[in-house]
Nanobody, 125 residues
Framework: QVQLVESGGGSVQAGGSLRLSCTASGYTYSPKCMAWFRQAPGKEREGVAAIYTGGGRTYYADSVKGRFTISQDNAKNTVNLQMNSLKPGDTAMYYC??????????????????WGQGTQVTVSS
């Protein structure tokens, strides 16, 4: 059973930066796909970024390209999301997701069987 623990959320002014981390534990087979999703009040959960841990390929939503960077630290079983130039529209609960198999599309939430508890990111104007 994969367990995911997120950290690093908080409040920041527009233009600022935050770094989210997600540490995986309890797995027999290491997750091959890890991603960040977010959900704002009244909106659907959306994929933000993903990384395929085997080869390091990364994927980003158009809305965050050039501002967010997803990376992995294999020694710490951790995936990080560096968020720069934050906008009020980035305000949401951010969730880490993982699975041992990479599914059809990185931003389909139903492709991930393991989820963290979420960490809040609030960006004020």
């Amino acid at each position: 059973q994969v367990q995911l623990v997120e950290s690093g959320g908080g409040s920041v002014q527009a233009g600022g930066s935050l770094r989210l981390s997600c540490t995986a534990s309890g797995y027999t087979y290491s997750p091959k796909c890890m991603a960040w999703f977010r959900q704002a009040p009244g909106k659907e959960r959306e994929g933000v970024a993903a990384i395929y841990t085997g080869g390091g390929r990364t994927y980003y939503a158009d809305s965050v390209k050039g501002r967010f960077t997803i990376s992995q630290d294999n020694a710490k079983n951790t995936v990080n999301l560096q968020m720069n130039s934050l906008k009020p529209g980035d305000t949401a609960m951010y969730y880490c997701a993982a699975d041992v198999v990479c599914g059809g599309s990185w931003n389909w939430s139903h492709e991930y069987n393991y989820w963290g508890q979420g960490t809040q990111v609030t960006v004020s104007s």
